[in-house]
């Protein structure tokens, strides 16, 4: 199985500060990398997937990098809305699993 | 407009049984794979079994010999048959829609439906 590690698990953001939220993956998901946001008592959304595709809808504030076992979502000048739960997931092989999430919380 | 309906939540006590469905609208339902996602009260996202266009079922470790997931075209519809459930199965329960016949992220996501198992 492989392990998604997110950093940081939390993390309290001034509006309009860049965001970076990190997952690594214990072996090579290539870029079957995926991430969503998750508001609270809401169903998750997703926010970019195959590490980098943005999806339509979503704020170009959200973007995406990396490959193989190393990841990063970011989000530029972030805004109040965007106060929520991040998790990553990997669909390279079964089964799939998601990163232990991380916090967003704005100050 | 794409839309996921899931029913079939309650309460059930350990060692029962309940079947959970995911009613799809809004896409050719047999192009896509689709999947059940769950979160326990207060924690993350665990993937629990997917299905894909052609029928092909994958199961997380800590469901596999007790859920089985299956799909009707012809109903647009998604079913979970989880059976010896445990305290642990205790979340809800989401269905999501595959990005493409083998593509699994997930663009759209079900409002989820409860489930408790308590003696």
């Known amino acids: 199985e492989i392990v998604l590690t997110q950093s940081p698990e939390f993390q309290s953001v001034t509006p309009k500060e860049k965001v970076t939220i990190t997952c690594r993956a214990s072996?090579?998901?290539?870029?079957?990398l995926h991430w969503y946001q998750q508001k609270p008592d809401q169903s998750p959304k997703l926010l970019i997937k195959?590490?980098?595709q943005s999806i339509s809808g979503v704020p170009s504030r959200f973007s995406g990098s990396g490959s193989g076992t190393d990841f990063t979502l970011t989000i530029n000048s972030l805004e109040a809305e965007d106060a929520a739960t991040y998790y990553c997931?990997?669909?390279?092989?079964?089964?799939?699993?998601f990163g232990g999430g991380t916090k967003v919380e704005i100050k | 407009e794409v839309h996921l309906l899931e029913s079939g939540g309650g309460l059930v006590q350990p060692g029962g049984s309940l079947r959970l469905s995911c009613a799809a609208s809004?896409?050719?339902?047999?192009?896509?794979?689709m999947t059940w996602v769950r979160q326990a009260p207060g924690k993350g996202l665990e993937w629990v079994s997917g299905?894909?266009?052609?029928?092909?079922?994958y199961y997380a470790d800590s469901v596999r010999g007790r859920f089985m997931i299956s799909r009707d075209n012809s109903k647009n519809t998604i079913y979970v048959q989880m059976n010896s459930l445990r305290v642990d199965d205790t979340a809800v329960y989401y269905c999501?829609?595959?990005?493409?016949?083998?593509?699994?992220?997930?663009?759209?996501w079900g409002q989820g439906t409860m489930v408790t198992v308590s003696p």
């Open positions: 999501a829609k595959g990005v493409a016949t083998i593509g699994w992220a997930f663009d759209i």
């Open positions: 809004g896409f050719t339902f047999s192009h896509f794979a």
């Open positions: 299905i894909s266009s052609d029928g092909s079922a």
């Open positions: 072996q090579s998901v290539g870029i079957n």
């Open positions: 195959y590490a980098f």
């Open positions: 997931h990997q669909s390279s092989s079964f089964p799939l699993t």
